[in-house]
């Protein structure tokens, strides 16, 4: 299973969760190291889904400000993990801290998921399946 990381998350803490899978049959990726800064997200998307790829998970808690933006990430076909409203204020240390707990949930909703889902974490630090949120499309419901 390939996973990318978007721009918004550090490098290093794409590198941290890299260092502490040990699955190897999933390759965990950083949108920054692979294409580079600056690409809009419909640039590496089909790419990378092209490529292999399954999902990405993103830095962007304000997705829903542009609500275009998620029939992109539908067409793509890639699962798409989002944080939460807040993210930002929990600073490196702090998001580093908070996707190494979910981890292993972002694991297991990337399987149980179909293609194209979209799914936001809640700002909480215990995980479970059930707390995470789709996120549907304002404009169409979906």
């Given at each position: 299973?390939?996973?990318?990381?978007?721009?918004?998350?550090?490098?290093?803490?794409?590198?941290?969760?890299?260092?502490?899978?040990?699955?190897?049959?999933?390759?965990?990726?950083?949108?920054?190291?692979?294409?580079?800064?600056?690409?809009?997200?419909?640039?590496?998307?089909?790419?990378?889904?092209?490529?292999?790829?399954?999902?990405?998970?993103?830095?962007?808690h304000n997705l829903l400000q542009n609500p275009v933006n998620l029939a992109a990430y539908t067409a793509?076909?890639?699962?798409?993990?989002?944080?939460?409203?807040?993210?930002?204020?929990?600073?490196?240390?702090?998001?580093?801290?908070?996707?190494?707990?979910?981890?292993?949930?972002?694991?297991?909703?990337?399987?149980?998921?179909?293609?194209?889902?979209?799914?936001?974490?809640?700002?909480?630090?215990?995980?479970?399946?059930?707390?995470?949120?789709?996120?549907?499309?304002?404009?169409?419901d979906r």
């Amino acid at each position: 299973m390939k996973v990318k990381f978007d721009e918004n998350i550090s490098t290093r803490i794409v590198q941290a969760i890299r260092a502490l899978e040990s699955d190897r049959k999933i390759e965990i990726g950083s949108v920054l190291q692979d294409y580079g800064e600056g690409k809009a997200d419909s640039e590496w998307m089909f790419r990378f889904r092209d490529d292999g790829g399954a999902a990405m998970i993103s830095g962007d808690h304000n997705l829903l400000q542009n609500p275009v933006n998620l029939a992109a990430y539908t067409a793509s076909g890639l699962i798409s993990i989002w944080p939460p409203p807040g993210f930002p204020e929990l600073k490196r240390f702090g998001q580093a801290a908070f996707l190494v707990r979910w981890w292993p949930l972002i694991k297991a909703k990337i399987t149980a998921s179909t293609a194209g889902s979209r799914w936001r974490i809640p700002l909480t630090w215990t995980p479970g399946l059930e707390k995470f949120t789709e996120l549907r499309d304002p404009r169409t419901d979906r």
